[in-house]
Structures are given as C-alpha cells and as structure tokens.
C-alpha cells in the first residue's frame, strides 16, 4: 500500500479524451508505473479514436480497452497533477481537488486532413511527441515553462 502513496497521481485530460490523453494515459502505465498512477479524461469525452489504439499498438502500447470519460468522473479523487493538453482543455478543465494545474500542449492529430498515411504520420508524430513528454515524468511537472 505505501507503494501508491510514493506514486504521482496524475489525471491527463484533452477536449474528446479520444486520442493525446489517452496515449499519455497509456505511455505513463507502460512506461512510468513505478512513480505514477495515469489516468485520463476529456472535457467533452468522444470515444477512443481507433487510429490512436492502432499507433499505440505499433509502438507496443496496448489502449484498446480504454474507454472516454469526462473529467466530472474523477470528481472527489485526489490528484497530484492534472495536465491538460490542449487549450480547449485548459481553458474548460474544471479545477480538480488540490491538483497543479500543468498545461503541455501537443498538436491534435484528429484535425489532420489528407490522406491516409498522412493522418497517420500526424498520429504517429504525436504519439512520439507524448512519449517522449511522458519520459520526463513526474519530475518535469514541477518546471515551469
């Protein structure tokens, strides 16, 4: 038990919780469990974007049970972080318990138009772009940029 205490309890939230925050969601399980406990919301929850569950999966990162959830789910829960990453979430994240309020902000891949491979390759971008943010974790959190 006093394993989780030691965890950063950490809430990442965009505006659909289909595509950034549920990679950020999935890389800190895969890749920070031992110092954070992820989670992830959205402010108008859309569904887990099947080209987001399809790059993670190229990458090794399993998402394709996460489901979107509003960030009014984790009402009561106690956070250490909530990070946003997206304005959109950042101006309408409803503050959350005590939480730091961190706002890293990445490109969404979903308003990329094109081709097929194209709107990949911005998924793609993305994901590696969250990976390696996620890297940095927790200690990055407390850094003001």
Excluded at 11 to 34: H, I, P, Y
Excluded at 41 to 70: F, K, L
Excluded at 112 to 137: C, P, W
């Amino acid at each position: 038990m006093s394993e989780n205490r030691e965890k950063k309890k950490v809430l990442f939230v965009c505006t659909g919780n289909a595509c950034r925050s549920q990679m950020a969601e999935g890389w800190a399980r895969q890749l920070k469990s031992d110092s954070i406990e992820a989670y992830s919301a959205g402010v108008r929850p859309a569904g887990v974007s099947t080209r987001a569950i399809a790059v993670m999966a190229e990458a090794g990162v399993d998402i394709s049970a996460h489901r979107s959830q509003h960030v009014s789910d984790f009402k009561g829960m106690d956070f250490d972080y909530v990070v946003t990453l997206c304005g959109n979430a950042e101006q309408k994240c409803p503050v959350v318990g005590g939480a730091k309020h961190v706002h890293r902000p990445f490109d969404d891949p979903v308003m990329v138009l094109g081709s097929n491979d194209q709107i990949m390759a911005a998924f793609r971008r993305a994901r590696d772009q969250i990976k390696a943010f996620v890297e940095t974790l927790p200690e990055s959190l407390d850094v003001d940029l």
